[in-house]
């Protein structure tokens, strides 16, 4: 790719840095807020099933994570992808770090 800017680790870091503690806060809310949310519909999804599967916070950032590898994986190799999946990386590793359990909502 003659004459393309090579995004380096430092780059993708600090893009992911802006992103989780930038702009998307007001666009989206904060990661953990928007985590517990999707955790909460994904139970709630998946308590149609026949399975008893109980996602957290944590585990919708490893999903959305393992989301973006599936898109590398799949030849979508985009500066976003690796700039997203630092983010969730991250995102997941501060929860984990609070240990923050969501609340399961159920709505019926």
Same mark, same amino acid.
């Given at each position: *790719? +003659?004459?393309? @800017?090579? *995004?380096?680790?430092?780059?993708?870091?600090?893009?992911?840095?802006?992103?989780?503690?930038?702009? =998307?806060?007001?666009? @989206?809310?904060n990661p953990e807020d928007s985590f517990? *949310?999707?955790?909460?519909?994904?139970?709630? @999804?998946? +308590?149609?099933?026949?399975?008893?599967? @109980?996602?957290?916070?944590?585990?919708? $950032?490893? *999903?959305? $994570?393992?989301?973006?590898?599936?898109?590398? $994986?799949?030849?979508?190799?985009?500066?976003?992808?690796?700039i997203d999946l630092a983010g969730y990386a991250a995102c997941g590793g501060e929860?984990?770090?609070?240990? +923050?359990?969501?609340?399961?909502? =159920?709505?019926?």
């Amino acid at each position: *790719m +003659e004459g393309a @800017y090579l *995004m380096t680790r430092k780059d993708i870091l600090d893009a992911a840095l802006k992103c989780v503690n930038g702009d =998307r806060d007001q666009q @989206y809310g904060n990661p953990e807020d928007s985590f517990r *949310m999707i955790a909460n519909f994904w139970n709630i @999804y998946l +308590e149609t099933g026949p399975t008893n599967i @109980y996602i957290s916070s944590k585990d919708v $950032a490893a *999903m959305l $994570a393992l989301l973006k590898i599936a898109r590398i $994986a799949g030849g979508q190799a985009k500066d976003d992808n690796w700039i997203d999946l630092a983010g969730y990386a991250a995102c997941g590793g501060e929860i984990d770090a609070v240990n +923050e359990e969501p609340k399961t909502i =159920r709505i019926n």
